[in-house]
């Protein structure tokens, strides 16, 4: 019997022991962990000044890399021919993107050797205000808040002056410079009556039937007869005929904010003089009438009796 119980104390002893040391080793193994990982500092992403985001295309990018998710950004240096419209085509994606991503710029055209920012996909940078908060932001772009922070899983406090990438949406115009806000805004007026290869722009120009130098008062989009054509704008139809002069058959529509369109060399008519209209709403076919050599659309901008040039107006 005294064997026996004293086998029990051993054993008891000996688990007692045993387990002891398992643990007090777990502890020390735990502490030297917790010295180890304190040792190593907390990873934070260095803030940048506003200025040097907006000046420094290279700092963008690396800023960016480091806290966006899923969208590649890279620095462009600027090549002949080059412009923004070409650029995003190239990319898959509309102008509003290159112009939302380089707030530095202060007009649409960008010269041979300038740098600028392209993303792989299409969307804008916010510039963070001062009391932004991550609801307020996702609310301006009409985006959802989760998908914009998983977005930018880099930025973990809102700092002003810094940025978020807003995927798929526009620039925002009044956190635009001053410059690029009338631009911006006066190419939001009108929208173009169709979209084709741009065949003659505004200005001087060598006349393809007299050969004369003569003064080009629109544009020529080269499109098949028969191609719907849409207001500009919304306004009412003053000119709807047959007969207007080198126009042909043609359109004139009065915007009622002291803008006027014209679209010439039309094939047939869906509107009527005194019509009102919508922007958008299909108002002819094009066609060849009038003095042309082939089919277009003829399409003019005035203020007041002035031509201006509908590049500037229409994306
Ligand atoms: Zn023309």
């Given at each position: 019997?005294?064997?026996?119980?004293?086998?029990?104390?051993?054993?008891?002893?000996?688990?007692?022991?045993?387990?002891?040391?398992?643990?007090?080793?777990?502890?020390?193994?735990v502490k030297k962990a917790a010295a180890?990982l304190s040792?190593?500092?907390?990873?934070?992403?260095?803030?940048?000044?506003?200025?040097?985001?907006?000046?420094?295309?290279?700092?963008?990018?690396?800023?960016?890399?480091?806290?966006?998710?899923?969208?590649?950004?890279?620095?462009?240096?600027?090549?002949?021919?080059?412009?923004?419209?070409?650029?995003?085509?190239?990319?898959?994606?509309?102008?509003?993107?290159?112009?939302?991503?380089?707030?530095?710029?202060?007009?649409?055209?960008?010269?041979?050797?300038?740098?600028?920012?392209?993303?792989?996909?299409?969307?804008?940078?916010?510039?963070?205000?001062?009391?932004?908060?991550?609801?307020?932001?996702?609310?301006?772009?009409?985006?959802?808040?989760?998908?914009?922070?998983?977005?930018?899983?880099?930025?973990?406090?809102?700092?002003?002056?810094?940025?978020?990438?807003?995927?798929?949406?526009?620039?925002?115009?009044?956190?635009?410079?001053?410059?690029?806000?009338?631009?911006?805004?006066?190419?939001?007026?009108?929208?173009?009556?169709?979209?084709?290869?741009?065949?003659?722009?505004?200005?001087?120009?060598?006349?393809?039937?007299?050969?004369?130098?003569?003064?080009?008062?629109?544009?020529?989009?080269?499109?098949?007869?028969?191609?719907?054509?849409?207001?500009?704008?919304?306004?009412?139809?003053?000119?709807?005929?047959?007969?207007?002069?080198?126009?042909?058959?043609?359109?004139?529509?009065?915007?009622?904010?002291?803008?006027?369109?014209?679209?010439?060399?039309?094939?047939?008519?869906?509107?009527?003089?005194?019509?009102?209209?919508?922007?958008?709403?299909?108002?002819?076919?094009?066609?060849?009438?009038?003095?042309?050599?082939?089919?277009?659309?003829?399409?003019?901008?005035?203020?007041?009796?002035?031509?201006?040039?509908?590049?500037?107006?229409?994306?």
């Amino acid at each position: 019997m005294i064997k026996i119980k004293d086998i029990i104390f051993r054993w008891v002893l000996f688990v007692i022991f045993t387990l002891s040391a398992v643990v007090i080793t777990q502890i020390i193994i735990v502490k030297k962990a917790a010295a180890i990982l304190s040792s190593v500092p907390i990873v934070s992403l260095p803030t940048y000044s506003h200025h040097d985001l907006l000046n420094d295309v290279n700092l963008r990018v690396k800023y960016l890399a480091a806290r966006v998710r899923d969208t590649n950004f890279f620095v462009y240096t600027v090549r002949p021919k080059d412009n923004l419209w070409k650029l995003a085509k190239k990319q898959g994606y509309s102008v509003h993107t290159l112009i939302g991503v380089n707030p530095q710029l202060k007009t649409y055209e960008i010269n041979v050797n300038q740098k600028i920012l392209i993303p792989s996909s299409g969307g804008c940078l916010h510039p963070i205000q001062d009391n932004d908060t991550w609801q307020k932001i996702a609310q301006r772009y009409d985006i959802d808040v989760d998908e914009l922070q998983l977005k930018n899983f880099g930025v973990s406090k809102l700092v002003q002056g810094e940025y978020i990438f807003i995927p798929g949406k526009y620039p925002s115009i009044d956190l635009m410079n001053k410059s690029m806000q009338e631009k911006y805004e006066q190419r939001s007026l009108f929208q173009s009556p169709l979209s084709g290869r741009y065949s003659s722009v505004f200005g001087k120009r060598l006349h393809p039937v007299t050969g004369k130098v003569s003064f080009h008062g629109g544009i020529d989009i080269a499109v098949p007869s028969g191609t719907w054509v849409g207001a500009a704008d919304d306004g009412v139809v003053i000119v709807a005929s047959t007969n207007v002069s080198h126009y042909g058959t043609a359109v004139f529509i009065d915007h009622k904010n002291g803008y006027i369109t014209h679209y010439g060399h039309l094939s047939k008519l869906y509107v009527r003089v005194g019509q009102k209209v919508r922007k958008g709403q299909l108002i002819a076919k094009s066609g060849a009438t009038g003095r042309v050599t082939g089919p277009h659309l003829h399409f003019t901008i005035k203020k007041g009796d002035k031509a201006l040039d509908p590049m500037k107006f229409i994306w």
